[in-house]
């Protein structure tokens, strides 16, 4: 599952992270940024895939 958000909307959740990805896909970024984010992982804090339109590099976890 993937949760997605953008300016003035409560995050929505998708079973993809295409379906994610087409939901922020023609936000103007200004202001708040869009986002995308994995719910599947051990910690939502380590979920986020895509913020402002682009990809984030993968995150070394820390215990």
């Given at each position: 599952m993937f949760e997605a958000a953008i300016d003035g909307q409560y995050p929505e959740?998708?079973?993809?992270?295409?379906?994610?990805?087409?939901?922020?896909?023609?936000?103007?970024?200004?202001?708040?940024?869009?986002w995308v984010r994995d719910l599947n992982g051990p910690?939502?804090?380590?979920?986020?895939?895509i913020v402002s339109g682009r990809a984030l590099q993968p995150r070394e976890r820390q215990s």
């Open positions: 959740k998708f079973p993809t992270v295409e379906a994610a990805k087409a939901y922020i896909a023609d936000t103007p970024i200004i202001g708040v940024r869009p910690g939502v804090r380590w979920g986020f895939l």
